[in-house]
């Protein structure tokens, strides 16, 4: 399991990549290709920057037609 946003998101773009010719075509023709960060937030920290990822990812990605979203999910109340 990747540790960090970055890692993750480089594992998935290694595997699209290796995809088979029938699902690499499924992959090209999806209407939509988000890869999503999701972030449980709390109270502590005040701030967060883990989720980084650099230009090299992203021209990785954008060679996939691939996009970025980022899903804050509330703290837990309890």
Known sequence: MPKSA????????????????????????????????????????RSFEEARVSEKTLRSLTRLKGS???TLYPPHEE
């Open 6 to 45: 970055e890692g993750a998101i480089r594992e998935l773009i290694r595997l699209v990549e290796a995809l088979p010719r029938g699902a690499r075509r499924c992959w090209n023709e999806a209407s939509s290709r988000v890869f999503d960060i999701g972030v449980q937030a709390g109270l502590q920290p």
């Open 68 to 70: 970025i979203q980022f």
